[in-house]
């Protein structure tokens, strides 16, 4: 009943991220895929599902392919579980699973084990970090902060940071408004 592959992708949001991406009117992209606007618009608001033929000029139309769409699509669902004995993880070893299948305004990873990317990180929305066990080491605006069991970070969006797991065993949960959603500036933080 909550298996997530029995669902219908639901195409119509993919088509509307790519469209918007692009700064195309649904004009635009009816006249270079020779599809009506209704119809277009049927599609995104998912009240029509496009043949796999209309797919592909909806795709040519937005300068991709209809596998792309279709891999960017969301599930048709508003439940979804994912078991952690779905992942057939060994334990002891490092490892990142996300926590959120799918294309949604949120994304949510854990990070188990050994974690030293190295490099820096910008993301241009919001993120927590919460650290379920053990510790890590974050720099962030130039300034170190170690975190322990328990403890949360919160980044602002467009904070320059880079982490590592302090502890062996270490487990931490990061979870970020997706890039692809505009947030919108608190007028507050304007000086």
Known sequence: MGDHKERPLRVGAAVRRRRRALELTLAVVAERSGLS??????????????????????????DTT?????AAADPACSVDVLRAEDEGVTPGQARVRTLVRGHHQLHAMEFVGEHDEGRE????????MYVVDGAVEVEAEGRAHRLGRGD????????RHRWRAAEPDTRVIV?????????????????
């Open 66 to 70: 209809a596998a792309a769409l279709l």
């Open 37 to 62: 606007v209704p119809f277009l618009s049927q599609v995104e608001n998912e009240r029509a599902r496009p043949s796999r033929p209309s797919l592909e000029r909806i795709a040519d139309a937005l």
């Open 121 to 128: 990180f910008q993301h241009r929305n919001d993120e927590v």
């Open 175 to 191: 979870v970020a408004v997706a890039d692809h959603i505009e947030a919108l500036e608190d007028p507050s933080r304007r000086r």
């Open 152 to 159: 949360t970070l919160y980044l602002s969006g467009g904070v």
